[in-house]
């Protein structure tokens, strides 16, 4: 059932896309379809650094227990639009800087950001060379949707 609120919040959403260069039609469809049903992006960045070990560490803990938040990083040295993902365990000691929101979804992430905060999935992958199996981490994030 789509209510009042919803229709409130695909009409921010559209207008705000329409600020950032979409066209009109193009912008309600993207709203639409992110409100009804969200998106799921990766974290980029994931392998610089000691991310691997923070994604192995929260790969020990439940989505619901981790908080996201998103940072605008407009002083950023190689992408003025760059968006920072930072992580905390909830009643954890700080936030750390885990990687970044793909560059060619930041203006579609910057717009949502009335909706509910993000979440947080870790995933793993293994991969064999010269005979050493080895544990690779990645992080996704689910943004919107109902």
Known sequence: MITNETRRKVTVLANKLVGQNYSRPEAFTMAWKTIKTGITLPVRGVTQ??????????????????????????????DKNAVAVMVAIINGKGFYRLGYIPADKTRLVAAMNFLRPALLKVVSGNWTSKGHEYVTFGARLSLGGL
């Open 49 to 78: 650094g000691s991310r691997q070990e923070a994604l192995r560490r929260l790969s020990l803990y439940r989505p619901e227990q981790i908080e996201t938040r998103l940072i605008p990083e407009p002083e950023n040295p190689f």
